[in-house]
């Protein structure tokens, strides 16, 4: 069965402190893609970032990077020097080959202080 | 300008109504979904389509319907049967493969009264 498993509910942080998002997840699968999406609180599911399964090099975006680590199943998400803009619910989701759903994990409301 | 809409952005329904929820595209995507938030929990997929005149369901599809006639349209009707459809709806696209990225509407808050 597949299975995304965000276990931090909420974090808060003081603006410019770095935080890092956890996503473990689940497939008996070889091949698979996982996904990080921003919800501010407009509500639209913004898109962050699209992994597949056999590229485990961690990426950096300007503030934004991932941690791939295949032996721990996990796809971390970190947040460098966060400012107020950050402030929204993260979801991380997985994506098999000939699956027509995105499998999301419940996510993590982050909430930075001013 | 392109991208995603969908409407109306908040929908107010009294019990044992219908009521239909808008998603429209212009990104040429030929997947369209329909996925249900509730609070504390991820998104629910309820319907998706990968091509005009076809559409499958998904994991919580009762009390539902869609329709696409169109490819830039996939309309989402909730009925009466749905027991409890507070929630808050999204619409994705998608343009290739099953793994492709998925790309989200601004959503439809419905609730009833």
């Known amino acids: 069965a597949q299975k995304v498993t965000q276990a931090q509910t909420e974090i808060s942080v003081v603006e410019k402190e770095d935080v890092t998002l956890d996503c473990v997840y689940e497939?008996?699968?070889?091949?698979?893609?996982l996904f990080w999406y921003k919800q501010p609180p407009s509500g639209e599911l913004v898109f962050l970032i699209r992994?597949?399964?056999?590229?485990?090099q961690n990426e950096i975006s300007g503030r934004y990077s991932w941690n791939f680590q295949k032996s721990t199943s996990s796809f971390n998400f970190t947040i460098t020097a966060s400012q107020v803009v950050d402030s929204a619910v993260y979801f991380c989701?997985?994506?098999?080959?000939?699956?027509?759903?995105?499998?999301f994990g419940t996510g993590t409301r982050l909430t930075v202080i001013p | 300008d392109g991208g995603i809409t969908q409407s109306p952005k908040y929908l107010f329904r009294k019990e044992g109504q219908n009521v239909t929820l808008s998603c429209e595209q212009n990104?040429?995507?030929?997947?369209m979904y329909w996925y249900r938030q509730d609070p504390g929990q991820g998104l629910r997929l309820i319907y998706y389509?990968?091509?005009?005149?076809?559409?499958q369901k998904g994991d919580i599809a009762e009390g539902y319907s869609v329709s696409r006639e169109k490819k830039e349209s996939f309309p989402l009707t909730v009925t009466s049967a749905q027991k409890n459809p507070t929630a808050f709806y999204l619409c994705?696209?998608?343009?290739?493969?099953?793994?492709?990225?998925?790309?989200f509407g601004p959503g439809t808050r419905l609730t009833v009264l």
């Open positions: 994705a696209t998608r343009r290739g493969v099953s793994t492709d990225t998925q790309y």
């Open positions: 497939t008996r699968d070889t091949t698979y893609y």
């Open positions: 992994r597949n399964s056999f590229d485990e």
């Open positions: 989701a997985l994506s098999l080959t000939g699956a027509n759903n995105l499998f």
């Open positions: 990104l040429n995507h030929d997947a």
């Open positions: 389509s990968q091509i005009v005149n076809d559409f």
